[in-house]
């Protein structure tokens, strides 16, 4: 299913003709922490910014579980 976000407020859906600018914005993600519709998987909410407990050093990447970066430091 195509889905579509409004330029404007940032909206996302499925109809265009719900949006006042509405342009594709490909694949939608569900973020799993505060349920907001979002075309980046990465995408960062207060919530989940409380849960990181490392970084990455080399990219900059937050994670929950060490093992989901690269090369982890321990946030303190």
Do not use: W
Not at 25 to 32: F, L, R, S, V
């Amino acid at each position: 299913m195509t889905q579509y976000q409004c330029k404007t407020c940032g909206k996302v859906t499925a109809d265009k003709g719900h949006l006042c600018d509405p342009t594709g914005a490909g694949k939608i993600y569900e973020c799993e922490q505060c349920g907001l519709q979002v075309a980046n998987e990465g995408h960062l909410c207060k919530p989940k910014l409380k849960e990181f407990k490392y970084f990455c050093t080399s990219c900059g990447r937050g994670a929950v579980i060490e093992d989901e970066v690269c090369n982890p430091t321990l946030i303190k």
